[in-house]
Structures are given as C-alpha cells and as structure tokens.
C-alpha cells in the first residue's frame, strides 16, 4: 500500500501537510488489515448476494467490488488519512490481491502442502460441524478426462517430457489402457455412454429428428437434458455418480448429487437454478479471481500471437482463428480449468466418494491449431501441472483417492473439406440435387465445446444456425444437411422415417454418384429396399451392410472395428437418410472436416476413435486376458466395476430420478465456498 501511495497520485495515506514514514506506515498497517478483514468476512456474502449475475461478468466485477471494499477500508482508518478515487481504487485493490498470494506462497503460508494441509482442516471443522460421522476409510475414486486427447498424443507428450506427472504414474503406478469408440467419436455419445452406460440413439454431434423436427445438438443445454433422459429411461439406472458423487465440467451428471458446470444443469431456469455455483464457489476468493483473471489475459494475449505468427507464416492447414475466439480459447484453458479444478479439489478434501471431471482445454486449442504442435503442447503441459495438484490434494483428504485418467476421444488432423475443395458438405448436396449453389459459401461453424459453455457462463441464449433448426424445415423444404467434425448427415425432412436408395435415386438421380464419387468423401451409407443398408463407395463400390468388412472396399485403411461401428449405427432410429465420412489417408492419418477445424472429430479415421484409459495398478485390469475396450458404454461397465470393488453396490436409481428430476428444489442448495466448496447439497438436473 506504502508503494502504490507513492506511485498513484491519487491515491495517498498522508494528511495534506504530509507525515513521517512511521504514520505512513501505520496508516498503511490499518488500511490493510481493514481490507484483509473485510475481504474475509464480507466478500463471501456479497459474492453470494450475485448468485443471479452470469458467471464471466461477476469475474470482472470482482474487480469493482474488490475496489468498494478497499474504499470501505480506507474510510475505516481512525485518523482518516486514507484516500483514492474509486478507478485507482480498483487497480489497488488487484494488485494487493495479487501480491499478497504471492508474498504468502514465497513465505509458505501458502504453498502446495502448507495449503493443502488448511483446507484439510477446514474441511474437518465443517464435517463435524454438520454432524458428519467418521468417513468410511475405502478408498474414493476420481476420473479426470483430458476431453480430445487421443492415446498417441499422450504417449508422444510423455515421451517428449511435456507430462511429468503422467510419465511418473506410468513409470510406477498405473496402466495405459486404449479404447475404441464407436462412429460417432465425438464428447456427447462418449460422455453419455461413460456416465450413463448408452450411447444408443446418439448418431452424431448434431442430428436431425424428423418426428419434431428438431435438431439434436449434443452441448446445447436442452438437448443434453434430454439425451440424459433418453439413457436413464434405457438402462433403468442414473448413473456412474449415483453414489456420493460429484459432476464438474461435464454435459452431463452422471447421477451425481454434487454438481457445478454441468449443461443439463444450466438448462434450468428459476430462483432455485444453481447450475454456476461453481463459479461463485471459486471466485469466492478474491486471490483466486486476480490470478484467473490475469492468467485469462495472458492467455488470450498469447492466442493472438500464436495465429498472428501462423498466418505471418502461412502454415497450413490452417483457418481463421479471430473475433472472439482468443476469450474462448481463454475461457476454456484458464477460467474452466481452474474452476473445476478447484473443485475438484474441494471434492476430494470433502471425502467425496466419486468424482468426474471433463478439462476441455486440450480439444478447443486442437480444434483451431491441429491436434500437435507447439499450441497443444503448452496445453498439454498446462494440464499436467493440474493434475499434479490435484493427485497432491489427495495427500490432505480424509480417505485415500485412485485418480483414474481418460478421454473421451482422440482429434484427427487435416485440412478442412471447404479449404480443399471449394465447397462445403452442403453445397457438394445441394449441387447433387440440382439446387442453385450460393456463390459464397457460408461458413460451417464449429461445434466445439467450450464456445456453448462460454453463452452458458454469459447466461446468453445459445445460437442456432438454420440447419440446427432457427427456421425448422417444412414439407417440401431442402435437404437438412449437418457437421459432426468428418462425419456428415443428410435428411429429407418431407419424408416419413428413414428415406431409402430408391427413393433418393427417383427424386436426386445424381446425388448418391456425386457424394460417393467425390475426392474429399470416403463412404456413404444408406438404406436400401432390395438389399438393406448399403455402404456406397467410390469407383461404384456398393457393399451390403452385412458383408461389410475391415479394410476392405469403402473401408479400406479405416482400421479395425470399423464395420462394426458402422452397422451398429445403421440400427439407431435416427440416423440420417445419408451417412456421409470424409476420405481418410492412413498415410498421413488425415480427414476433411466439414465444419471450420483443423482438428477434428466425430467420424471414423485415424486418431479420433482411440482415446485411452490411464488406470491404477490396482485396480483390476479393465479388460483381462488382452482383450480389446471397445465403445464408451463398455468403459462405463469398467468403471462401475471398479467403484464396486472399493465401495459395493451402487445406489439405485429412484423413481424420481427415472422421471428425470434427481433433487427436490424444495430441499436442494447451492454448493458451499471453494476451497472446501460443495459441502452443502447442490441443486441439480437430470
């Protein structure tokens, strides 16, 4: 404070004939003892008191309000020497915020075990104070999914020593296990199938449903609620979290009772909705705000001038990367990162029995920068030092932790299907049916995760392009044709189920030879009356679905499993009238994406479809005797198992949670503050 009264002018701890340094200093002493008071006793009410405004906008203004209580403490000096205008106010306030987390960490007041070991206690004190009982000594479970990072990219990350926490669980402690995924590798049917045991019914990101004549897209809050619905009713049951769970970071809940940045959760609305307790939680601090927030900015700053160095350079493959995707990107790699960490964290010092966190950060870089380089590699390292915290965190709990480390899905790499041909998925269709081709194509906009969080965060209404439904298709209308990374669907809304062979060869003869013919398109499925399913392929390849093979015809070079994820989507009532996967070159390990990413997902095609599952040595092994893990829903049996083998059964599902309402509103509660944040009950949704 000595220092900024000396350097601000208008902001001053002397009386206008001055003082002695002595006078200063203990002026200086009041005022910030005042502050840290205030700070510590009044700030978790006020933050509190904005549980309504939108997450992102309280992150700025905790500045302001850090700024009114440092006015606050001026006026609280007896000899009424303290003074500033409200705009220094606010830069003093941050920077004393800031200051006093680092001098306190120099000073190990605040280092990672001296931190730790207080939030352990304070978790304690809050346990008995609830009347908690001793907690149970098995040990708890957390699952932490690096959202997009395939099982090379983690095996080259540690190998190229940019993941040393992981080289160390790998060296020691813990087995790397990959997995397949199904067609649609892409978060809203492998996350679903984790937590809820189906990915039945879920084709792509984006789908279109002829009998409402909606458009399902996978991180829209109302879709996610009822893709959730649609898996509890299937199975009977609610979930991987059902039993003293958390949910952080996720579309969906798992079942959990405990749950903050989760978009089925944000899809309610109300006086009771509590769906961003999270954030609050964490900027409950005001320490923790300032460094989010200036980390945010570098961040966004360092975006810039990574794209600014790319173009400078012409890389390529490469695609616009400005107008606000820097505060995006920033979103997801700081403020998300280190809000569900910290609850994580919280999570773990509270006992919590299991948790499952999604970090996205990794996914929304590759997407703009390509699956490897210099971008995601300081992401990747970011990461690491995360989840070093949080397997430090397990130090202080008060059971014993397994950290169990997945993804969802891998990113393929290559240049976008507009960028190599001109064109986009929708113009190539429209074009096939003898429809008039707009001159500029519109661009495909991307469906990564972390742009819906963000409007979730703003409390913004999520947009909506035409073909996901701002103006629903009628009778008669055009072809809806949607992106899921490489994958590409095409429906005929004027018609009754799935469209057959037939009919689309009677209305668009030269459609199906178009797409199948095309350089940038490796296969096509569809439905036919004489033969049922067909693949169609390139050089007039037509294989029935059912002598469909691995490597063989159109699948040539997609891998293994490759026929088998195809028919099991072919029996999904949803899925499109055309099924459409971009090339795939073995080669390189590229494919076209048909929205704006250079790094993508979604479809079949090299990287993508082999995610990985980092697990505990013991623990038993996810598949014995050298089996293959194939599809989320058989991951999710993997961890269900494992959470029987330290804890028994699960509870099951009740009657109100099948009808998708798991908590009353009458007897739920917002999250307590982070560090030890969500020791109350949290409202939640299906």
């Known amino acids: 404070m000595m220092l900024l009264a000396g350097i601000l002018p208008d902001f001053k701890l002397t009386s206008d004939n001055g003082d002695s340094i002595t006078r200063v200093a203990l002026t200086a002493a009041w005022g910030a003892g005042a502050f840290g008071l205030l700070g510590a006793l009044v700030w978790p009410l006020v933050v ?94 957390v699952f932490l999914q690096l959202d997009g990072v395939g099982e090379h990219v983690l095996r080259d990350a540690v190998d190229a020593g940019l993941m040393p926490t992981v080289a160390t669980w790998l060296k020691g402690t813990h087995r790397l296990t990959p997995w397949r995924t199904d067609w649609s590798s892409q978060t809203g049917a492998s996350q679903l199938g984790i937590l809820h045991g189906s990915t039945f019914d879920v084709p792509a990101f984006r789908w279109y449903e002829k009998e409402s004549g909606e458009v399902m897209v996978s991180n829209r809050p109302a879709s996610a609620v009822e893709l959730q619905r649609r898996a509890v009713e299937r199975t009977g049951d609610g979930g991987l979290l059902t039993l003293d769970g958390a949910s952080r970071g996720n579309l969906f809940s798992g079942g959990a009772d405990q749950v903050a940045l989760v978009l089925t959760v944000a899809a309610r609305r109300g006086r009771r909705n509590r769906s961003r307790a999270g954030y609050f939680a964490y900027f409950s601090d005001p320490a923790n705000a300032v460094r989010t927030a200036l980390s945010f900015v570098a961040e966004a700053g360092r975006e810039i001038a990574q794209s600014t160095r790319a173009r400078i350079r012409k ?95 891998g990113q393929s790499p290559g240049e976008t299907f507009e960028g190599a041909y001109g064109l986009t998925l929708k113009d190539l269709v429209r074009a096939g049916c003898g429809l008039p081709v707009p001159r500029r194509a519109r661009r495909t906009r991307s469906g990564a995760e972390a742009r819906y969080a ?70 096509l499925l569809v439905r036919s009356q004489e033969h049922g399913a067909v693949v169609l392929g390139g050089g007039g390849a037509e294989v029935p679905l059912a002598q469909l093979a691995d490597g063989k015809g159109p699948l040539k070079g997609f891998g293994r499993g490759a026929a088998d994820a195809v028919r099991r989507t072919d029996t999904f009532p949803h899925t499109a009238d055309i099924m459409v996967n971009s090339m795939y070159d073995p080669a390189t390990g590229q494919v076209h994406a048909f929205e704006e990413q250079i790094g993508s997902h979604g479809g079949l095609g090299g990287e993508q479809s082999h995610p990985f599952l980092l697990s505990p040595l013991d623990l038993t092994e996810p598949v014995p005797d050298g089996g293959e893990l194939v599809g989320a829903e058989q991951l999710h049996h993997v961890l269900r198992r494992w959470l029987r083998e330290s804890q028994g059964a699960q509870v099951p599902v009740g009657a109100e949670v099948l009808a998708g309402v798991e908590n009353s509103p009458s007897t739920a509660q917002p999250e307590g503050s982070f560090p030890v944040g969500g020791l109350a009950r949290q409202d939640k949704s299906s």
Not at 53 to 78: K, Q, Y
Not at 81 to 94: D, H, L, M, S
Not at 111 to 129: F, I, N, Q, T, V
Not at 478 to 507: C, H, K, Y
């Open 454 to 523: 963000v409007r979730v965060a703003l409390h913004r209404p999520v947009e909506e392009t035409p073909e996901e439904g701002a103006n629903r298709p009628g009778p008669g209308s055009d072809p809806v044709v949607l992106a899921s990374g490489n994958l590409g669907l095409i429906s005929f809304p004027d018609t009754e189920g799935r469209m057959t062979r037939e009919q689309i060869d009677r209305r668009h003869p030269a459609l199906l030879p178009t797409l199948a013919s095309h350089p940038g398109i490796g296969f």
């Open 315 to 409: 890389e390529a493959p490469r695609i616009k990367r400005g107008g606000l995707y820097p505060f995006i990107r920033a979103f997801a790699t700081v403020v998300e990162r280190d809000v569900v960490v910290a609850a994580v964290m919280g999570d773990m010092l509270a006992g919590r029995t299991a948790v499952y966190a999604d970090l996205v950060a990794y996914d929304e870089v590759a997407h703009h920068s390509g699956p490897r380089g210099r971008d995601t590699d300081q992401v990747l390292k970011s990461l690491d030092r995360s989840l070093a915290l949080i397997a430090g965190a397990a130090q202080h709990a008060p059971r014993g932790y397994r950290i169990v480390l997945l993804s969802d899905h």
């Open 48 to 141: 509190r008191a904005f549980l309504l405004v939108p997450a992102l906008v309280l992150g700025l203004l905790v500045f302001f309000l850090n700024g009114s209580l440092l006015l606050i403490a001026l006026r609280l000096i007896p000899t009424g020497r303290g003074a500033a205008e409200p705009e220094t106010a606010v830069i003093v306030a941050a920077v004393m915020s800031a200051v006093a987390s680092a001098t306190s960490t120099a000073l190990a007041v605040r280092d990672d075990d001296a931190y730790r070991r207080r939030l352990s206690r304070l978790a304690d004190r809050r346990r008995r104070r609830r009347g908690d009982g001793p907690v149970p000594r098995p040990p708890g479970i």
